[in-house]
T-cell receptor
Framework: QKEVEQNSGPLSVPEGAIASLNCTYS??????FFWYRQYSGKSPELIMS????GDKEDGRFTAQLNKASQYVSLLIRDSQPSDSATYLC?????????????FGSGTQLTVLP | DTEVTQTPKHLVMGMTNKKSLKCEQH?????MYWYKQKAKKPPELMFV???????INESVPSRFSPECPNSSLLNLHLHALQPEDSALYLC?????????????FGNGTRLTVT
């Protein structure tokens, strides 16, 4: 069973719409969760970190965490063509472990002009 | 601009060559990582250094040899690679291995083995 699962997509949304990216994780003790954006041929870029249940907003991005459901999501409001990229969900394994970062397989997002 | 610098950006090497990838960070981070990424796949952990000591080796073949000369530098020595080793090699750092801090990635080295 995969430890971090994402909808592989691809996901297409029109410009100006809200893009919703979802991720589930299997280790209930996990405490830190990240979203990375990766453009084709480039390296992953950290766009959001979230540690507590609820919402965290940064500009057009909102990360949502529900530890009871083991679910983390990323909303992108007013999507722009420049948001077209692969979005990677990453989860740190809990204290008492090697604290490795496990990535989901990524969701490819295309924002259509 | 990334605060983790990797060189070279691109590398083409034959199967008998020896080459090295270099990574440098000046954020005072004490954990450094090597990842390998194939096309359309997530990054795959290879090695972790914590306080300049090798902490994790994810059963990587010995033709890949990591080195951490000091807290700011991380090298990956390559020898007798195979064509299937062609990939994007990513260096990353974090404040510490054992905390909740995120990883910050360098721009990567695109390696082609011929």
């Amino acid at each position: 069973q995969k430890e971090v699962e994402q909808n592989s997509g691809p996901l297409s949304v029109p410009e100006g719409a809200i893009a919703s990216l979802n991720c589930t994780y299997s280790d209930r003790g996990s405490q830190s969760f990240f979203w990375y954006r990766q453009y084709s041929g480039k390296s992953p870029e950290l766009i959001m970190s979230i540690y507590s249940n609820g919402d965290k907003e940064d500009g057009r991005f909102t990360a949502q965490l529900n530890k009871a459901s083991q679910y983390v999501s990323l909303l992108i409001r007013d999507s722009q063509p420049s948001d077209s990229a692969t979005y990677l969900c990453a989860v740190r394994s809990p204290p008492g472990s090697a604290r490795q970062l496990t990535f989901g397989s990524g969701t490819q997002l295309t924002v259509l002009p | 601009d990334t605060e983790v610098t990797q060189t070279p950006k691109h590398l083409v090497m034959g199967m008998t060559n020896k080459k090295s990838l270099k990574c440098e960070q000046h954020m005072g981070h004490r954990a450094m990582y090597w990842y390998k990424q194939k096309a359309k796949k997530p990054p795959e952990l290879m090695f972790v250094y914590s306080y300049e000591k090798l902490s994790i080796n994810e059963s990587v073949p010995s033709r890949f040899s990591p080195e951490c000369p000091n807290s700011s530098l991380l090298n990956l020595h390559l020898h007798a690679l195979q064509p299937e080793d062609s990939a994007l090699y990513l260096c990353a750092s974090s404040q510490a291995q054992g905390d909740n801090s995120p990883l910050h990635f360098g721009n990567g080295t695109r390696l082609t083995v011929t």
